[in-house]
């Protein structure tokens, strides 16, 4: 119950395209749901995040769209770039009590020239 | 500078070795997070400390050990190292509003 699925495994999307990765969680309690994003060698950074209380969140290029029904949240990078190609893990969690954060498999995202 | 430091950067190690890995927190936070990734995986949780007491415990070995100290900085330790352990090693830290924030981390290399 505190898995995080994440899809696809890796992506390959030409420059200025659109990224889909889509998650699925299955606690129902879950109440933040982040964005990471990786570079090799580096520490994990916050890209984006969002509550359940909405259905979408727009930062940028960036967008999170939420569907608490199916209990599926996606990323989507309009106008994809190269600077874009790293490897970008959904998370979830329960913030109340300080709980840890449960992390999809991760998706290594490949922008081409 | 995410406002996580962790020392070292890279530690390389002979198998059978103890090595510490330590965390300073982002200021205010009191919730520390340790996760291991190894070579093209994904972030394994392996244990939480809240203002100095164990919270949650993940997938983490009987040869690793944690703490955290009075100023909220935590050590990872890891004894009696065998090459698998060869990984990169995250401390987060977070606020109680969610705010999770990670460091650069530490490779690790066991030879």
């Known amino acids: 119950q505190q898995q995080v699925k994440q899809s696809p495994q890796s992506l390959i999307v030409q420059k200025g395209g659109i990224s889909i990765i889509n998650c699925a969680y299955e606690n129902t309690a879950f109440d933040y749901f982040p964005w990471y994003q990786q570079f090799p060698g580096k520490g994990p950074a916050l890209l984006i995040a969002?509550?359940?209380?909405?259905s979408e969140k727009k930062e940028g290029r960036f967008t999170i769209s939420f569907n608490k029904s199916a209990k599926q949240f996606s990323l989507h990078i309009m106008d994809s770039q190269p600077g874009d190609s790293a490897t970008y893990f959904c998370?979830?969690?329960?913030?109340?009590?300080?709980?840890?954060?449960?992390f999809g498999q991760g998706t290594r995202l490949t922008i081409n020239p | 500078d995410s406002g996580v430091t962790q020392t070292p950067k890279h530690l390389i190690t002979a198998t059978g070795q103890r090595v510490t890995l330590r965390c300073s927190p982002r200021?205010?936070?009191?919730?520390v997070y340790w996760y291991q990734q190894s070579l093209d995986q994904g972030l394994q949780f392996l244990i939480q400390?809240?203002?100095?007491?164990?919270?949650a415990k993940g997938n983490i070995l009987e040869r690793f050990s944690a703490q955290q100290f009075p100023d909220l900085h935590s050590e990872l330790n890891l004894s009696s190292l065998e090459l698998g352990d060869s990984a990169l090693y995250f401390c987060a830290s977070s606020a109680h509003d969610g705010g999770y924030t990670f460091g650069s981390g530490t490779r690790l290399t066991v030879v």
């Open positions: 969002i509550r359940p209380d909405v």
């Open positions: 400390y809240y203002n100095g007491e164990e919270r």
């Open positions: 200021s205010g936070d009191l919730s």
């Open positions: 998370a979830a969690t329960l913030v109340q009590g300080a709980q840890k954060l449960v």
